[in-house]
T-cell receptor, first 114, second 115 residues
Framework: AQSVTQPDIHITVSEGASLELRCNYS??????LFWYVQSPGQGLQLLLK??????LVQGIKGFEAEFKRSQSSFNLRKPSVHWSDAAEYFC????????????FGKGTKLTVNP | NAGVTQTPKFQVLKTGQSMTLQCAQD?????MYWYRQDPGMGLRLIYY???????DKGEVPNGYNVSRLNKREFSLRLESAAPSQTSVYFC??????????????FGSGTRLTVV
C-alpha cells in the first residue's frame, strides 16, 4: 500500500521569499502524485499533478513540483511567496490501476510573514 | 457549475444520535469518496465507491455506513454518534476513467461536533 510523508508540520516564510514544501512517498511503482491546498475553513483545491513524462510539472498560482524517482520525492516549490499563499498544503499519492483512491500526507501549514 | 455539494455544512449531535451526511456531484463522475480530516492527521479515507453500485471500506470505516444512491449521490451515515467522530468530513469525486483524468474534486466539507 502507498503512503506519504510530509516532514514539515509548519513552515514560516517571509513574503517574497522562495518556498519548498517536502513530500516523500512510498509505493512499489511510479505513482500518481498530487498537491492540494486548503485555505482556512475551505475545501481542498488541486494545485498540480504528475502522471508521467516531464518530471517538472507546473500548476496554478505559480507553483511547480518536481518528481524525483531516485529520492521518492515530489517537492512543491514557488519562487516568490505571496501573503495569500498562507494555507495548508497536502501531498497525495495514488496507485496506478484499480481504484482511484488517494492517500494523503498529514499536511504542512504555511505561514507568510509580511 | 456546482461540482460537489455537501449538506449540511455544520452539525452538532448528542452522543448516540444518528445522522446522514449528503453528497452530490454533477460532473458525471464514476467514483466518490468520504474522508475525515482531524488536526495533525491529514485526510483519512472512510469509504469509497469506485462506481455506481459498489462501495468499499477505506482506512477508518468503523462506526460509519455508506450508500451510493445513484451515480450522483453518495451518503455517509453515523448510526450512533460518538465524540471520537467529531471531525470535518469531506466528500470527493473523480472521473474513475483512469490516467490523465485521475484526480479529485472536493466538496466544501461538513463540520460535525458530537457532544
Amino acid at each position: 500500500a502507498q503512503s506519504v510523508t510530509q516532514p514539515d508540520i509548519h513552515i514560516t516564510v517571509s513574503e517574497g521569499a522562495s518556498l519548498e514544501l517536502r513530500c516523500n512517498y512510498s509505493y512499489g511503482a511510479t505513482p500518481y502524485l498530487f498537491w492540494y491546498v486548503q485555505s482556512p475553513g475551505q475545501g481542498l483545491q488541486l494545485l498540480l499533478k504528475y502522471f508521467s513524462g516531464d518530471t517538472l510539472v507546473q500548476g496554478i498560482k505559480g507553483f511547480e513540483a518536481e518528481f524525483k524517482r531516485s529520492q521518492s520525492s515530489f517537492n512543491l516549490r514557488k519562487p516568490s511567496v505571496h501573503w495569500s499563499d498562507a494555507a495548508e498544503y497536502f501531498c497525495a499519492v495514488g496507485a496506478r490501476g484499480g481504484s482511484e483512491k488517494l492517500v494523503f500526507g498529514k499536511g504542512t501549514k504555511l505561514t507568510v510573514n509580511p | 457549475n456546482a461540482g460537489v455539494t455537501q449538506t449540511p455544512k455544520f452539525q452538532v449531535l448528542k452522543t448516540g444520535q444518528s445522522m446522514t451526511l449528503q453528497c452530490a456531484q454533477d460532473m458525471n463522475h464514476n467514483s466518490m469518496y468520504w474522508y475525515r480530516q482531524d488536526p495533525g492527521m491529514g485526510l483519512r479515507l472512510i469509504y469509497y465507491s469506485a462506481s455506481e453500485g459498489t462501495t468499499d471500506k477505506g482506512e477508518v470505516p468503523n462506526g460509519y455506513n455508506v450508500s451510493r444512491l445513484n451515480k450522483r449521490e453518495f451518503s455517509l451515515r453515523l448510526e450512533s454518534a460518538a465524540p471520537s467522530q467529531t471531525s470535518v468530513y469531506f466528500c470527493a469525486s473523480s472521473p474513475g476513467t483512469g490516467a490523465t483524468n485521475y484526480g479529485y474534486t472536493f466538496g466544501s466539507g461538513t463540520r460535525l461536533t458530537v457532544v
